[in-house]
């Protein structure tokens, strides 16, 4: 048995009562366990820092960082994604813990179900990284051409190694060159550029839940006792869609956090978002973003490396050069 479990999670202001309540379900499948648990901050507020630190207890110690540089060059890599600065921050992890040998980053949409001790004794059988396929593993691979694809929500990392490969300089060297947004960012750097350094994990310790596939919840419960970790993938989760087959899992959950009075209100607002969206709502697509009202395109922003043009009803409405081309950016 390990004496003692690094984990890692990343998160910023919107997501940072889901990281607790993923924190939650970890310390209670170890309980009286010992649990260095560390969290990259993306940018939250000094309050919600306050609550994640206050969950330490016992022994389970809380760490944040917020270290300037990487919350400033990841804020400038989602400049040209779609997504949250708080992605990348795994990228930086071989270097945040320069004295830790293995770390397990799990995503801020997971939570922890059964014990951990197994995977962290894993025999790496030298890898650098140990990851389960993803969910839409052969389309993935198809559009990167590449062999297998692996999802990024869960990520077993042998630090020493990933620090001798520079795995990191590689991942951010891949991101400051590439032109074209990449659709997953995070994952998609990591399997374009370690194939060869990825190991697979079993699925039941990123069993991924997205009830829109078909049979998917079926073959989750089928093999309930074994699921380790449970990830909500895309935009359906618990706390968002309606009727979501592990919604109480995750409200009971949530309701051991800081954040606890925040649940009713989640209740509530979930009919309001589920409204909206029949509506109201955005499409993403690469640098694209788009709003839609009653299905039909209204306003659309493209991001690009130098540019910002925004539409509406598809005809040019203002174009802006932005100030952090691709050649000014650090690798």
């Known amino acids: 048995m390990p004496s003692e479990?690094?984990?890692?999670?990343?998160?910023?202001?919107?997501?940072?009562?889901?990281?607790?309540t993923a924190m939650s379900s970890?310390?209670?499948?170890?309980?009286?366990?010992?649990?260095?648990?560390?969290?990259?901050?993306?940018?939250?507020?000094?309050?919600?820092?306050?609550?994640?630190?206050?969950?330490?207890?016992?022994?389970?110690?809380?760490?944040?960082?917020?270290?300037?540089?990487?919350?400033?060059?990841?804020?400038?890599?989602?400049?040209?994604s779609p997504h949250s600065a708080a992605i990348f921050?795994?990228?930086?992890?071989?270097?945040?813990?320069?004295?830790?040998?293995?770390?397990?980053?799990?995503?801020a949409d997971t939570v922890v179900l059964r014990p951990l001790e197994e995977l962290y004794r894993t025999d790496m059988a030298g890898k650098?990284?140990?990851?389960?396929?993803?969910?839409?593993?052969?389309?993935?691979?198809?559009?990167?051409g590449i062999a297998n694809y692996f999802n990024s929500g869960v990520i077993f990392f042998d630090l020493?190694?990933?620090?001798?490969?520079q795995l990191t300089?590689?991942?951010?060297?891949?991101?400051?060159?590439?032109?074209?947004?990449?659709?997953?960012?995070?994952?998609?750097?990591?399997?374009?550029?370690?194939?060869?350094?990825?190991?697979a994990l079993p699925i039941c310790y990123n069993t991924q839940s997205n009830?829109?596939?078909?049979?998917?919840?079926?073959?989750i419960r089928a093999h309930w006792n074994e699921v380790t970790v449970l990830h909500f993938i895309s935009n359906h989760k618990p706390w968002l869609a309606l009727q979501h087959p592990f919604e109480e899992l995750y409200m009971q959950t949530m309701l051991r956090t800081p954040w606890a009075t925040d649940v009713p209100r989640i209740r509530r607002c979930k009919w309001w978002h589920s409204l909206r969206r029949r509506f109201v709502c955005w499409s993403r697509s690469g640098n694209r973003k788009t709003l839609l009202i009653l299905g039909l395109?209204?306003?659309t922003k493209l991001k690009s490396d130098t540019h910002r043009t925004f539409y509406l009803f598809g005809v040019t409405l203002l174009r802006i050069k932005f100030p952090f081309a691709t050649h000014d950016r650090q690798s």
């Open 211 to 219: 009830p829109s596939i078909p049979g998917n919840t079926e073959g």
């Open 26 to 80: 970890l310390v209670q499948a170890h309980p009286g366990r010992k649990l260095s648990i560390h969290v990259l901050d993306a940018g939250m507020s000094e309050a919600s820092r306050m609550r994640l630190r206050g969950m330490a207890a016992g022994e389970v110690t809380v760490t944040l960082h917020a270290l300037e540089e990487v919350h400033s060059h990841a804020h400038q890599l989602s400049r040209t």
């Open 5 to 20: 479990m690094n984990i890692v999670f990343a998160t910023d202001e919107t997501y940072a009562r889901h990281v607790a």
């Open 89 to 107: 921050c795994r990228l930086y992890l071989p270097l945040l813990l320069p004295e830790e040998q293995r770390a397990l980053y799990l995503d």
């Open 297 to 299: 395109p209204v306003f």
């Open 128 to 144: 650098a990284l140990l990851m389960t396929p993803d969910a839409n593993a052969e389309k993935n691979s198809l559009r990167l």
């Open 169 to 199: 300089q590689q991942w951010l060297r891949y991101l400051s060159s590439e032109k074209t947004p990449l659709r997953y960012a995070d994952q998609d750097v990591i399997n374009v550029t370690s194939q060869a350094e990825i190991g």
């Open 160 to 165: 020493e190694r990933c620090r001798k490969l």
